[in-house]
């Protein structure tokens, strides 16, 4: 993290845009019983080539019946032809109308495989998906799924699959089950989704993957002065240099562990008066630079507007990981960023959200060889980041959608840290000597070592230690 020319970033590297829009509905209370219901499953396809990076099979479920269905004993079951014998597949919900939080995702083998399907996909719903009145359906399921080793799927011999259906309609070569009988669709011969001796992968991609060495941080702290903080690994800045306006504080003081709805939170405040003297920024990073691949997730809040004072500041908001620059342009230099403008900078004039994976830089005279993803709208608000390292491809998401994915010359060579921080660009958007401040929020934070979690699996991870009362924990080596 580090201040760009006040012309704007110069990349190397094409940048990517690409954004899903959505929110998540509250999910219903869980009061009805199957009895008297039916279901039937509309599909579509947001992959419609023979070839894909990955199978994007969207569904709607819709209840036919005439009674409310719990969502809970429904499964769906997508039927495809393995790529090859030893083939590893993952699945992945980008986005659903009843939260992706609620939706599961396994695979299993065929009993009896056929020219078109030797596994399937089976979709089902957690307690707290709630219900579906009769008439009604589960709006937008959008999900996919990919081989392990991120190889081109063959679409074209899937039995489920159909290039063609590119917008919502029923679809019989998907199976719905309720209540353990099968209400909807026909399977591939011989293959009844109730036969007992139809054999489940034992490995559910759905759920957090075992073994993964933690960081896992709920920010449940009583000052920056509490003694907890530094033992569990972090550091409150209050050393002075950049990124930032020359000459701006770094003020520890202004770290702060409010409770919000009755959670405790992470507050940075960044403040100024419109000159260098009066202007402290705030940043908290991990004392320790041992976190490389695997997956990172926080929970952040973004601000468009100052909590006090004139609004236009020049302001980052940021999640990332870095290590040390050895020498300008150095090729062992890793950082990767979530990074929200709120009234532009860099030569861009309104609200703009970067993530960024870096190979290198040099700072003087400014060169940068990195790639980026870009969304030019308001991101004020609670904000799901998540962001996967694996030994293929840098992946960012945002509330559950993939935002971008960068390449594999961006990968890291070295462990980085983990940092929080909030600091201002310059001090020509807002030219006022009035005081004013903004704050960014953070909920907590979470490293999974080696291991690529979805969305959902960090939800379920985070929501775990929560139920249990964990609010530190710290297993990831030291390097």
Known sequence: MRNRPPTGRRRLALALSALLGGSALVALPMTASAAGGGVAVQYRTSASGATADQSEPWFKVRNTGSASVQLSQVKIRYYFKADSASAAYRFACSWAVKGCANITGTFGTLAHPTATADRYLEIGFTSTAGTLAPGTDTGDMQLRFYQANWQTLNQADDYSFSGAQTSYADWTKVTAQLAGATVWGTAPAGNDPTDPTDPTDPTDPTDPPGGGQTLFDDFSYASYTDPAISAHGWNVRSNSGGPGVPGANWDPSKVTFPTVSGNKVMNLETSTAGTAESTKQTEVVSKSTKFKNGTYAARVKFADAPKSGPDGDHLVQTFFTINDLKAPMADDYSEYDFEYLPNGGWGESGNILYTTSWETYNPDPWQAVNQHTEARQSYAGWHDLVLTIDNSSIKYYIDGQLFGTHDAQYLPERPMSINFNQWLIDLAGQTSTTARAYDEQVDYVLHVKDQVL??????????????????????????
Do not use: H, I, L, M
């Open 454 to 479: 979805t969305p959902a699996q960090v939800s379920a991870k985070v929501a775990a230690y929560r139920t249990a009362g964990t609010a530190f924990v710290d297993e990831v080596p030291a390097t």
